[in-house]
């Protein structure tokens, strides 16, 4: 039994090993070195941004006593920290649950269904735990070193229990907001058929990731409202989970009473029931996916009988100037369809724009206060859709650089024309078609919902040049066929360029607010705008001309930048 | 007329392939033989165009490729080794994607993809995506793939692994049938009987350079072998292969 026992822990040890390589060295890492060190530099950077966060929170501790209400500090580095968690947990929910290679590859050794299922498990949980240490661990010395002092027992045993209690809590939350994600996906995995979950989770995923940012965002806005709420036993602050790990926190420090009581029985309540609910998830999850993974046939739904196929062909015809031309939009169209990797990447692009719409919102005006006047709320309404194309368009220019499947790109080496226009025509009626287009429409829907309709096209039709103009911007030199290219993880002139890029980000985003601004308040000067832009475009398309009669072969792996340029500068 | 001159390809200071000169003319099949690791998918990397050579010169109808390497690809059916091959497409998006990058009219490239699919049993799978198809489906794919444009020369690297043997005999005859009508082949494998079968010519590589260049019935009469099989041996495998399983066996056994 013991030499049983001992054979299986050495079978998950491999396993575990090997699942938790896997998530520096994938296909969106090919230098798989490089991809190690990155992920060192992003855990020294959690621990200094931990001790930073925590610095900021406790230094008016040096000056002002503590009246018994640092837990408002305490709630907030918790917060803090299973937003990070909530968001690592989400990004990489997907690699719980074997995939095809996995099921090629382990399937014919003899390990049991329950070994993968540990192993892959222990592995995602050892990676999240990584962060969870690396984020709470220089935490748990600065809040006792700010805040003993002003607990009745300030001896040297004192500081150590404080330690020790800050990091119990800190995992506990960590573990609660880790399991309900997991708990999450597991749930959706078993609700919805095989086929349709990739595509659900990664909106999920989008989704879950935009809420996680906005909440970081309204901290500022939360803490102004929840002293008083808790002041006054408010009972909505039960709804919020970061607060129950904080009053089990303060109650393990012995500031007992009966809310801190309450709110301690529900951090362990909530710590077991998600632990419980997920584990049962995971365990019907994993075996519907060994079940479904070994039968499943994806294929495409559009079959040649299809009624719209001829009313396509006519578009087709009209679209496209050449065969290779329409192959490289569809290829990039079903790439961007089919792949979850560019979609999610894609997505946490959005995600941050967002975040940022919500920061800048939060920062002008009071949400709770002004909730009745929401087709009032804010100037950033003026602003966001140029904050969200700015970093969809980067997004999309980022995730060109993510080879789907670099060694099926011999096709289009053997296929190369010399006409280099073609691949750029794709390219660019690609995001235009499939991307610009479609968001603009939503954009529309929603200003329709905050404006008139006058209003909301002229905005809409404002941002779509700017999109426009960004697109062309950004793929204006592109020498390689998005989603083929293997390209260097870390480019040295993007590390140079940091600070430009994000000034002219800064001036970008006000200066077209003010732009967007003006010509919707006073739409009669929309028309020397819209001479101003066909003068661009004039422009634009004999620049085009001219570029377009370089020759160039298509670029599917990048060369190495001149030395200087990866200097650490 | 296919002819590679001291064609050469190093990576660092090994040559994979040595100095190989051969010429195909229009309408002859020739086979590439060797052991792993001889240069057979190097050299045919080389004449794809996908791997430019260290040394040497490759001329088709006279003229270096590379003077126009563009125009030679266009001229190209090429079937490589592995079969790498873009899974999130279903097949019959696959050579839509193909036959429009060669420029084919839309009509034609569904016509013929949807013929060749039938004639290779793959018709009812072809809009699966190609994650999903056994290895042998993805051959064939891949077959369908480098004849769609109907293309001057083929250069068919392992083209039957994985084939059922219905397939195999019906790509036998179709090659044949397209040496007939004057198309240039270079045929790499590994499957003696089907070169000894199929090929006028047999080139046999072995550590990148060409131990001979013959017809089969003339290497046999040389080599006083009855079988390609023998020959190959004969020239390649100087060890004894008899002892090599033996002592194979052992290990295995233990």
């Known amino acids: 039994?013991?030499?049983?026992?001992?054979?299986?822990?050495?079978?998950?040890?491999?396993?575990?090993?090997?699942?938790?390589?896997?998530?520096?060295?994938n296909e969106n890492m090919p230098f798989e070195n490089e991809a190690e060190a990155k992920f060192i530099f992003i855990l020294v950077l959690f621990s200094v941004l931990s001790l930073f966060f925590s610095f900021n929170l406790l230094f008016k501790y040096v000056f002002v006593p503590e009246n018994g209400n640092s837990w408002q500090e305490k709630s907030q580095i918790i917060l803090i920290f299973m937003l990070v968690i909530g968001f690592i947990t989400v990004l990489e929910w997907d690699v719980l649950l074997p995939d095809k290679s996995d099921f090629y590859v382990l399937g014919p050794l003899p390990l049991g269904k329950g070994i993968i299922l540990s192993s892959k498990f222990i592995s995602f949980l050892s990676f999240v735990g990584l962060f969870a240490f690396t984020t709470n661990f220089l935490s748990a010395l600065f809040f006792p070193v700010f805040l003993t002092a002003f607990y009745s027992h300030s001896s040297p045993f004192f500081f150590i229990l404080f330690s020790i209690v800050h990091l119990i809590i800190s995992f506990l939350a960590n573990i609660f907001t880790f399991f309900f994600f997991l708990f999450i996906s597991n749930f959706l995995f078993i609700l919805l058929p095989s086929k349709f979950f990739k595509k659900v989770s990664s909106m999920v995923r989008g989704m879950v990731m935009i809420a996680i940012l906005s909440i970081y965002a309204f901290l500022p806005e939360l803490y102004s409202f929840l002293p008083e709420m808790v002041n006054?036993?408010?009972?909505?602050?039960?709804?919020?989970?970061?607060?129950?790990?904080?009053?089990?926190?303060?109650?393990?420090?012995?500031?007992?009473n009966s809310l801190t009581v309450k709110m301690s029985r529900l951090s362990i309540l909530s710590v077991i029931v998600v632990l419980f609910l997920s584990f049962i998830t995971y365990g019907i999850a994993f075996y519907k996916n060994t079940r479904s993974v070994s039968k499943s046939r994806e294929g495409s739904s559009f079959a040649k009988k299809h009624p719209s196929y001829s009313i396509s062909r006519i578009f087709h015809n009209l679209l496209f100037k050449s065969q290779p031309e329409k192959a490289i939009f569809y290829f990039l169209k079903k790439t961007l369809k089919r792949s979850e990797k560019h979609r999610v990447k894609l997505y946490s692009f959005l995600a941050v724009s967002i975040g940022i719409i919500i920061s800048k919102y939060l920062t002008e005006q009071n949400l709770l206060k002004n909730v009745s006047n929401f087709k009032e709320w804010s100037k950033v309404i003026y602003s966001a859709p140029f904050i969200i194309w700015f970093f969809y368009m980067a997004g999309l220019r980022s995730i060109a650089n993510n080879p789907y499947n670099p060694s099926a790109n011999w096709i289009f080496k053997i296929t190369e024309k010399k006409d280099k226009a073609i691949y750029h025509r794709a390219i660019h009626k690609f995001n235009i078609l499939q991307n610009i287009i479609p968001i603009s429409l939503l954009l529309f829907l929603f200003y329709l919902f905050v404006w008139d309709i006058k209003k909301s096209l002229i905005i809409t039709f404002f941002s779509f040049f700017a999109a426009f103009f960004i697109e062309e911007i950004l793929?204006?030199?592109?020498?390689?066929?998005?989603?083929?290219?293997?390209?260097?993880?870390?480019?040295?002139?993007?590390?140079?360029?940091?600070?430009?890029?994000?000034?002219?980000?800064?001036?970008?985003?006000?200066?077209?607010?003010?732009?967007?601004?003006?010509?919707?308040?006073?739409?009669?000067?929309?028309?020397?705008?819209?001479?101003?832009?066909?003068?661009?475009?004039?422009?634009?398309?004999?620049?085009k001309r001219i570029f377009e009669k370089r020759e160039f072969s298509l670029v599917f792996e990048e060369e190495p930048e001149p030395e200087f340029l990866s200097l650490e500068l | 007329m296919l002819q590679v001159k001291d064609l050469t390809k190093k990576f660092g200071h090994y040559p994979a392939v040595d100095r190989v000169n051969f010429t195909i003319r229009r309408?002859?099949?020739v086979g590439y033989l060797g052991p792993n690791g001889a240069g057979k998918s190097t050299t045919i990397k080389m004449l794809s165009g996908l791997l430019e050579p260290t040394e040497g010169e490759i001329f088709y109808n006279d003229k270096n490729i590379?003077?126009?390497?563009?125009?030679?690809?266009?001229?190209?059916?090429?079937?490589?080794?592995?079969?790498?091959?873009?899974?999130?497409?279903?097949?019959?998006?696959?050579?839509?994607?193909?036959?429009?990058?060669?420029?084919?009219?839309?009509?034609?490239?569904?016509?013929?993809?949807?013929?060749?699919?039938?004639?290779?049993?793959?018709?009812?799978?072809?809009?699966?995506?190609?994650?999903?198809?056994?290895?042998?489906?993805?051959?064939?794919?891949?077959?369908?793939?480098?004849?769609?444009?109907?293309?001057?020369?083929?250069?068919?690297?392992e083209p039957l692994s994985g084939l059922d043997v219905a397939t195999v005999l019906v790509f036998k005859e179709v090659l044949r049938k397209l040496a007939g009508v004057g198309k240039v082949i270079l045929y790499s494998s590994h499957i003696l009987e089907v070169v000894e079968n199929l090929c006028d010519r047999v080139i046999i590589i072995h550590k990148g350079k060409i131990l001979a260049d013959d017809s089969v019935k003339n290497l046999k009469e040389l080599s006083k072998k009855p079988s390609l099989e023998e020959v190959f041996s004969n020239l390649v495998l100087k060890e004894d292969t008899e002892k090599i399983a033996d002592e194979m066996f052992k290990t295995i056994v233990g």
């Open chain 2, 66 to 157: 590379y003077d126009d390497l563009i125009s030679y690809k266009g001229k190209l059916g090429y079937v490589p080794e592995e079969s790498e091959i873009y899974p999130h497409l279903s097949g019959f998006e696959y050579l839509q994607m193909v036959g429009r990058l060669r420029g084919l009219e839309e009509n034609i490239i569904t016509e013929k993809a949807e013929q060749l699919l039938e004639l290779f049993k793959l018709y009812g799978s072809m809009h699966f995506y190609i994650s999903s198809y056994s290895k042998g489906m993805r051959q064939k794919i891949l077959i369908i793939a480098a004849l769609l444009h109907n293309p001057e020369i083929l250069l068919l690297d």
């Open chain 1, 232 to 256: 006054r036993g408010d009972k909505r602050i039960f709804y919020f989970p970061h607060l129950w790990f904080t009053g089990f926190y303060e109650n393990l420090l012995g500031r007992s």
């Open chain 2, 27 to 29: 309408g002859e099949i």
């Open chain 1, 1 to 25: 039994m013991k030499k049983r026992m001992g054979k299986i822990i050495k079978k998950i040890k491999i396993l575990v090993n090997l699942f938790f390589l896997r998530f520096f060295r």
């Open chain 1, 475 to 543: 793929f204006f030199n592109i020498k390689k066929i998005p989603y083929t290219c293997i390209s260097l993880p870390d480019k040295g002139n993007l590390k140079m360029l940091f600070i430009p890029y994000l000034l002219l980000f800064l001036f970008y985003t006000q200066a077209m607010g003010y732009f967007s601004y003006w010509i919707v308040e006073y739409p009669h000067y929309f028309k020397n705008l819209l001479y101003i832009g066909i003068l661009l475009l004039l422009f634009l398309f004999i620049i």
